[in-house]
């Protein structure tokens, strides 16, 4: 059972997604930007970060990394794929999930512990929660507002591919407080927030936040109880 | 372009040399001619006028700054694995770990440029954590600027946040703390510091000289162009002079994406152990990492300027020189490993580029295209710059401004219950002490995942090892109103708050670096401030045994010839066993007993409420106790490591009233105190319970069957502690017989401000 | 309706990170003998009726107080642009 974490230059939380699936029980492969193949792991985490600066739009340069080929492939063949932040910018860059996330409507970088509904929870990602299912992980980013053109919201919603949704108030303008999506099949899910923070006991959002800080680590065990029952 | 080299600096020996304009004195540049035996060319100009200038030479402090490593005794040394005068200090924290760190200032540049200048700055103090061997893994940044509502306020400070947040995220460092201070007398002239801290294995610490001839010389990272040529350097040792010409250089203009690729470049090439040698380029760029790689080293380096990889082909060799391009770095390398470092280089997309080799010639020699254009002893440039001892005096207004004490009979205080409550409320509200959450929301303090405490805690925790949770909590502080009122005290109550604050997350406090940020050199008065500052902290760390391990100066902060106050900004670092142990600042539990531990006296000069409620400033700061301040560290961190205390907080700004509120703020959890019995045995009135700034004191939360043994441990080491109350499942803060405020409200009050002040 | 188009370059002696990662990955993805990327903003700023030399002259000030850095920025354009498309 072997999860990919890929790095690319400017990866940020590359290590931290891979310390998540280890605590979570799996084993962490980490692929590099340049691979031209996937290594036969039976999962992918693009991780958050700033890959090559986000100087261009937020993922457009790694989109394009060869790793990204057989990627793509896999994704569309059903490989499960989680993208965290910048890899949520990256799925959307690479045409695997509807809609683009620009800057922040109050256009400052925002870290904070941030309370999410789960609402589709037949993804391989997100089976271990309950429908509506109230969770904080932390959130931080500056180009996170999500957004999509009406029809594609519509249609969104009626298919049930809104995964996140942000509770309490909007922390970046996100339409219709997307926090994240997935394709139609479910194996490919985006999300803004960063479950991986809130993984390990004493590392995550603390009590303040009403939870005990490891309400993302599911979306780890998700995967991997997924792979095992496969 | 006619270049000027050594050949023509020793046939025309009389040619008129623009050493004034670079900020030479007449006397600095006989001594160079004297050196050389010749006139400087040139690049050896520019080389000595950069590292001569007060930023790069140190030449008004050193003869102060020397009493850090003469008041450092050989019991202090123990963990200390690098001492001052490398990048940065690194001591030992067990199990095969070192850690370096070191807080720098970039004010000029953030006033000149407030976003770029911010961002340079957190990107120039990673690096000389990385030259060090380490892997960064906290950044903070203690800032400072002017009145809340002044105009220059809200020019720099917007950019300033943004600008660390915009570097340090994307560099994938975790600010985990630092301080923003709002004070008239920052007024043009903010101050931005940063500080960052690495770990690495013993085995890992890197030097910057450069040995071992025929040994190579590359240059890798970013290609050279004009950013700030003569910036820090010139801007530093310069005052903004509003009415004269203006001498502002290229901004230097930081890119997060090419350092967080050299990090990870650096850190392969450590691990290959292809590095000899490594020296990051920041203030005066190549003449300086050359100069004093060459000077630590084997004494004589060859350079081949023009193999330098530019960004503009127009710069010449003194531009070269001076430059102070961003993301840069130097190695000396065997040429056995040449093949090995490329191939990592290349791994990572960094360009790097031999640019000279190690020599024994005891000269240090540039060349460009054929010719010589430098031929110097590096040492002279480096290390054996002017040393200047300037006068110092007494501040004629000192007097005066201590004795006018802030009693009862200069400022009008508040005596009932509902007067105290709002006293609480103005403080809570104000610009110095509502929620710092506006700036610091903007900063990522998750990644890389080990971030165990951060801000709004006492300390910023960070773990090291992820198998045994070993770890290092780092505080920054420094009261400036009371360095004004004190120097050495003031100096010395910033070394202990940061201390203090170490101590209370559970950490043993082990290591200090500091940022001595001050007016100009050139006024007695500021020097006598700084001189003693400079004792105080001396003389503070070898009483708690903890030495300084490096830092920074910056002088010349001053508008006009008015000087900011004395701003002797200090970082203290701690060790933690277990991370997972550590202490928040807030409780949860309801029922637990909070106990205040610490003396309390009547001290409100230079307090916040003399300054928030009457503007005053006078009298004398709080009383130093570094001996209570030992006392109460051993208890909090055995009380932390034997399970005694659920929750701590320091008590500073604000005295025990603020420090009350944070703590129930915290978690959003309740207390009900009283104050009487405190009132009765310190001898002071409700007010001075719960607004004094006396030192050494904490409130802490002890679970009920933890009461009795730490009532013992307290005991036994003589500490006074005072049981005043417990944490409630009331959403409020009842402080019996005087007042009640609703957590609430109390929440509003806090966090309305900076978002009000900034949007 | 009239339309001002403003432009902005970084200085040329600035760094340019973005133009520099763009500059990168072209030829990753096969677009050789482009040897430099430098990266600019534009502004469109709209007035009602036509766009006068009054108000090129205002969005000229405006272009170098508000709209620009002029300490790493220059201001390469200020024009009476299309209108609305």
Known sequence: MRVGVVTFPGSLDDRDAARAVRLAGGEAFALWHADADLHGVDAVVLPGGFSYGDYLRCGAIARFAPVMGPLVDAARGGLPVLGICNGFQLLCEAHLLPGALIRNDHRRFVCRDQPLAIERTDTPWTRGYAPGERIVVPLKNGEGGYVADERTLDELEGEGRVVARYLDDNPNGSYRAIAGVSNAAGNVVGLMPHPEHASEPGFGPDVRSGTDGLDGLRFFTSILDGLVRV | ?759 | MGRVVVEFMPKPEILDPQGQAVLGALPRLGFTGFTSVRQGKRFELEVDGEVTDQVLASAREAATTLLSNPVIEDVVAVVAGEGAR
């Not at chain 2, 200390?80 to 070191?102: P, R, S, Y």
């Not at chain 2, 820090?232 to 890119?255: H, I, N």
């Not at chain 2, 090995?340 to 280089?345: Q, S």
Request: aromatic content about 6%; some cysteine.
């Open chain 2, 1 to 759: 372009m006619r270049i000027d080299t050594v050949q023509r600096a020793t046939s025309s020996a009389d040619t008129e040399q623009p050493w004034a304009e670079l900020g030479l004195k007449p006397d600095e540049y006989q001594r160079i001619r004297e050196i050389l035996g010749r006139r400087p060319t040139s690049s050896e100009l520019a080389m000595y006028s950069v590292m001569w200038s007060e930023h790069c030479s140190y030449k008004s402090s050193k003869v102060h700054l020397r009493q850090f490593g003469e008041k450092t005794t050989e019991a202090m040394r123990e963990k200390l694995m690098v001492g001052i005068g490398e990048n940065a200090g690194v001591v030992d924290i067990g199990d095969g770990w070192a850690v370096t760190f070191k807080v720098e200032s970039h004010n000029h540049p953030s006033y000149v440029e407030p976003y770029q200048g911010a961002a340079t700055g957190v990107g120039g103090i990673v690096r000389d954590i990385m030259s060090m061997g380490a892997r960064p893994i906290a950044v903070m940044d203690p800032l400072r600027f002017g009145a809340i509502d002044h105009p220059d306020t809200h020019r720099v400070l917007p950019g300033i946040v943004a600008g660390v947040g915009g570097y340090g995220n994307c560099l994938g460092l975790p600010n985990i703390g630092g301080e923003v201070v709002f004070d008239p007398c920052y007024q043009g002239n903010p101050l931005v510091n940063a500080l960052c801290v690495g770990s690495m294995r013993h085995e890992d610490i890197h030097l910057a000289n450069a040995k071992g001839a025929g040994n190579l010389v590359i240059l890798f990272g970013a290609k050279t162009g004009g950013d700030g040529i003569g910036g820090v350097s010139v801007l530093a040792s310069e005052t903004f002079d509003t009415a004269g010409p203006s001498k502002r250089p290229a901004v230097q203009v930081g890119d997060p994406f090419a350092e967080k690729v050299l990090i990870e470049c650096c850190l392969d090439l450590f691990a290959a152990r292809v590095v000899e040698g490594i020296q990051d380029l920041g203030g005066a760029g190549l003449s300086c990492a050359t100069s004093e790689l060459a000077s630590n080293g084997d004494g004589g380096m060859h350079v081949w300027l023009d193999r330098v990889p530019l960004r503009d082909s127009t710069l010449s060799p003194e531009e070269i020189l001076m430059s102070e391009s961003q993301e840069r770095m130097m190695a000396i390398v065997t040429p056995a490993h040449l093949d090995e470092f490329v191939a990592i280089t290349a791994k990572w997309d960094v360009e790097a580029t031999v640019v000279g080799e190690v020599t024994t010639t005891g000269r240090l020699v540039v060349e460009w295209h054929g010719e010589t254009v430098v031929d110097v002893p590096p040492r002279t440039v480096a290390h054996d710059g002017p040393v200047y001892e300037r006068p110092m005096t007494r501040p004629a207004g000192l007097d005066a401004l201590q004795a006018d004490a802030p009693t009862a009979g200069r400022l009008a205080r508040p005596s009932t219950g509902e007067q105290l409550g709002a006293t609480l409320l103005q403080l809570l509200g104000s610009a110095n002490l509502s929620s710092r959450a506006w700036v610091t929301d903007q900063y990522d303090r998750y990644v890389m995942g080990n971030t165990a405490l951060a801000m709004p805690d006492d300390a910023g925790v960070v773990r090291v090892d992820e198998e045994s949770g070993l770890g290092v909590a780092i505080s920054t502080d420094c009261n400036s109103r009371f360095v004004a009122l004190d120097p050495c005290a003031g100096a010395q109550l910033a070394l202990a708050e940061a201390y203090r604050n170490v101590a209370t997350t559970g950490a043993t406090p082990l290591a200090v670096t500091d940022c001595l940020n001050f007016g100009s050199p050139q006024d007695p008065e500021v020097m006598w401030q700084f001189a003693q500052a400079v004792t105080g902290i001396a003389d503070g760390c070898q009483q708690l045994a903890i030495p300084v391990t490096g830092g920074n100066v910056s002088l010349y902060n001053q508008t006009g010839a008015t000087a900011i106050h004395p701003t002797p900004v200090v970082g203290v670092l701690g060790v933690l066993h277990d991370v997972t142990r550590r202490t928040p600042s807030g409780w949860r539990e309801p029922g637990e007993a909070i106990y205040l531990l610490g003396v309390t006296r009547e001290e409100l000069g230079g307090s916040s409420w003399a300054d928030v409620v009457h503007g005053h400033l006078g009298g004398l700061p709080p009383v130093v106790d570094l001996d209570a301040e030992r006392v109460l560290a051993q208890v909090l961190v055995a009380a932390s490591r034997d399970g005694l205390v659920s929750a701590a907080h320091d008590l500073s700004d604000g005295g025990l009233a603020i420090a009350l509120t944070e703590a129930c703020l915290r978690y959003g959890v309740g207390a009900r105190v009283a104050l009487h019995e405190l009132c009765e045995r310190d001898g002071v009135d409700p007010f001075a319970a719960l607004f004094s700034e006396s030192v050494a004191r904490a409130v802490v939360a002890v679970p009920d069957a933890a009461q009795a043994r730490f009532a013992d441990e307290c005991a036994a080491r003589g500490l006074p502690h005072l049981r005043i109350g417990e944490v409630t499942d009331e959403p409020a803060l009842d402080v019996q017989a005087l007042f009640t405020l609703p957590l609430p409200q109390l929440r509003k009050v806090h966090e309305a401000t900076l978002p009000a002040a900034f949007g």
